[in-house]
């Protein structure tokens, strides 16, 4: 489970209060321990001592300035340092090796929907044990077992994309949708931001505060689209350019050409704001965004480096993710 916190600052914040034997509640996001823990959770974690670790205890570690929430499957000693592995309940691979070092603590505690889960009962240590040494086949039976709900979770959408094929269809969607509004979002937007990306509004705060700017898609005064432009994350690119991220709608809004209205709200307030380029990053196999962004006037940078060090990023926190490529656009 994947926080997305890449402030080394706050991650060693982190580690001092764990250090003084204080608890520490954060916000869980991501789905890699799913459905033992899910997006939205409420954790404690607190310090422990690396050698009282035991297999099957949710560890809170931090890897290349981000921090990671995953089952400890494994303990080992090389020459003289003792190792750790984890892995994500609901992924197929483990993690790379960690040192004690990169521990910060443990997850003793679990909140959701007013239900708390205490780890340090017997059950919960025996089911933790159970599932660390099931993790290389329980993974591919969940799956096996998910995917009929898995497939009509998303049947709606795949038939939403296929009438969007026509351009009747997109005709009839842009007169339908035809009052939906885009706009730059402000601090009192936060949590309508918080819901629709699933996030900690505190984050949301704290990159307006910095700077970076989010524009939102509204019907009826409901978020069903947005986008995030400013610096690229921490460790890809140092400069000052403006990166596109986060552009997503709601599948059934798709078609109705809400992503090109947005994309044209920023293009326009940014250029005001004296910013002459664009630049975003996509999967070169999504070949429906690269193709909208083509019809936006985007060509490929020429910037071999940064896109190196996106797919490096990549193969380290979600392994066998399609490569990269950067686009840009003069505004």
Known sequence: MLRSIVDSDLLEMWQEVLEKGRTFRFRALGGSMFPFIRSGDLLTAKAVSPIDLSIGEVLLYQREGRSFVHRLIKKKIMNGTPLFITHGDHLTFSDPTIQSSQILGK?????????????????????????????????????????????????????????????????????????????MASSADVPSLARFYESNPKEFLQEIDE?????????????????????????ISQDHRCWIMGLYVVPRYRGAGIAERLLAKAFSTLKEQGTDQIFINLFDNNTPAIKLYHKLGFTRADLPEVESKINDHYA????GSPGSLVLYKRI
């Open 107 to 183: 997850v003793i505690c679990i909140e959701r929907s007013g239900r708390t889960i205490h780890l340090d009962t017997p059950s919960q240590r025996m089911w933790g044990r159970f599932l660390a040494s099931t993790s290389s086949w329980f993974v591919p039976l969940f799956q096996i077992v998910e995917w009929p709900f898995q497939l009509l979770r998303r049947l709606p959408s795949k038939i939403n994309s296929g009438l969007n094929k026509f351009r009747l269809i997109r005709k009839i969607k842009r007169t339908i949708f035809s009052q939906i509004s885009c706009r």
């Open 316 to 319: 380290k926190v979600a392994p």
């Open 211 to 235: 700077g970076r700017k989010y524009y939102l898609a509204e019907k009826g005064g409901r978020v069903i689209g947005g986008l995030t432009a400013g610096s690229a994350w921490e460790g």
